[in-house]
């Protein structure tokens, strides 16, 4: 093959078709686009799909496509269950959401379009919500236990009376009034990955 031309074998089953000169740029959502594309059947999960789950991190009414993607990156590397986005937020399969979940998508159960009490009241789960201002610091709570974590929209956070059990807050030295809802959500998921490691 010539230097730069990309060579791929895919799995038995799959059809692989290849497209003659720039028309890649033209049919892919970015400007400099990957060498290839998939399309590939949308995989959702129910809620009742969780049950039994140990670690489950729930999106509420999440609007941004990047902290959606990397909440599902920073979910599945911290080892949760499953990610569920209540109705409201940003469809999880919409093309920016993928990419910034760097494959996560495809490894984690994602549950879509659920509402947050529902998620909050799995059984055997005591739920946790952020807030940028009230609640116990988030290294103070036993996390080792079954556990729903839930991070609120980017505008808004959770409701004040949001159904959880109890609120954790991280606590942060600058001025700034919160932390971006994928960063907390990537702080709280390896603090449970850390508590649970022993560490």
Known sequence: MAEGEWSYVPPAGIDVFELGPKVMERVAS?????????????????????????????????GDP??????LRSAEAAGADGV??????????????????AGAIFHVPVVVDAQL????????????GASSHVGRR???VDLRQPVVIAVGNEAHG??????????????????????????AATVLAFEVARQRAGS
């Not at 990047?66 to 909440?71: D, F």
């Not at 569920?84 to 979940?101: E, Q």
């Open 158 to 183: 959770l409701a004040a009376d949001g159904p959880v059990d109890e609120w954790v807050t991280i606590p942060h030295a600058g001025r700034a009034e919160s932390l971006n809802v994928a960063m």
């Open 138 to 140: 988030y290294t103070d």
């Open 117 to 128: 009490a529902d998620v909050t009241a799995m059984a055997g789960l005591r739920s946790f």
């Open 66 to 71: 990047g902290n959606a993607g990397t909440i």
């Open 84 to 101: 569920v986005f209540t109705a409201g937020s940003v469809d999880p399969f919409n093309s920016k959401v993928v990419r910034s979940s």
């Open 30 to 62: 970015t400007e400099a686009p990957q060498a290839a594309l998939a399309v590939v059947e949308r995989r959702t999960s129910p809620l009742s799909s969780l049950s039994g789950a140990t670690f489950v991190l729930a999106a509420d009414r999440i």
